[in-house]
């Protein structure tokens, strides 16, 4: 069970938009510390998606977009393609684990 | 090109040990924050260990004791050394570059390599 909590699964329709939720507390998300984004394709390794809550690294579509409210940050994909389906992970710092957390995963299905 | 290959997974019996091995090109291993991330099978990702500048190191509470990071310079290699292994170590462990941050992230990543803990 992580400390941050993220929706197991999300679907939408090509060309929808979607979001994706990261809830966390006050010893993460609330103590100050930010939010990363990653994307896991099927068998591959993690990417790197958005940093900072909303800093996107070159190369990554500006269909991602990242954002905060109080204690948790969200991940939205707008003009849904098929290549976009894969699982998405949030991560952050917690001070009572003293750790790097990720949230637990969120499998986004392509209808 | 910024490369990182991960090598020395396999199957090991609990109790065994094992060192991995992430040869890095591209940037300096000792002048980067460096870490290891896990997966086991179906599931989600963990945060290993991490060393920073000055060989500072972290290690996630279920691995205090038991594994150890550390880095070759010469050989611009990141290495965890992992003793006392336990079924619930058996995950894909991946080697990634961590960029400074409040918290760090990690920008660059490796394939990965399996380690299976069974008898």
């Known amino acids: 069970q992580s400390v941050l909590t993220q929706p197991p699964s999300v679907s939408g329709a090509p060309g929808q938009r979607v979001t994706i939720s990261c809830t966390g507390s006050?010893?993460?998300?609330?103590?100050?510390?930010?939010v990363h984004w990653y994307q896991q394709l099927p068998g591959t390794a993690p990417k790197l998606l958005i940093h900072g809550y909303i800093n996107r690294p070159s190369g990554v579509p500006d269909r991602f977009s990242g954002s905060k409210s109080g204690t948790s940050a969200s991940l939205a994909i707008t003009g849904l393609q098929a290549e976009d389906e894969a699982d998405y992970y949030c991560q952050s710092y917690d001070s009572s684990l003293s750790g790097w957390v990720f949230g637990g995963g969120t499998r986004l299905t392509v209808l | 090109e910024v490369q990182l290959v991960e090598s020395g997974g396999g199957l090991v019996q609990p109790g065994g040990s094992l060192r991995l091995s992430c040869a890095v090109s591209?940037?300096?291993?000792?002048?980067?924050?460096m870490g290891w991330v896990r997966q086991a099978p179906g599931k989600g990702l963990e945060c290993v260990s991490l060393i920073y500048s000055g060989d500072y190191t972290y290690y996630t509470d279920s691995v205090k004791g038991r594994f150890t990071i550390s880095r070759d310079s010469y050989q611009n290699t990141l290495y965890l050394h992992m003793s006392s292994l336990r079924v619930e170590d058996t995950a894909v462990y991946y080697c990634?570059?961590?960029?400074?941050?409040?918290?760090?992230?990690?920008?660059?990543w490796g394939q990965g390599t399996l380690v299976t803990v069974s008898s």
């Open positions: 006050s010893s993460n998300i609330g103590a100050g510390y930010d």
């Open positions: 990634a570059r961590a960029v400074p941050g409040n918290p760090s992230w990690f920008d660059r």
């Open positions: 591209g940037f300096t291993v000792r002048t980067n924050y």
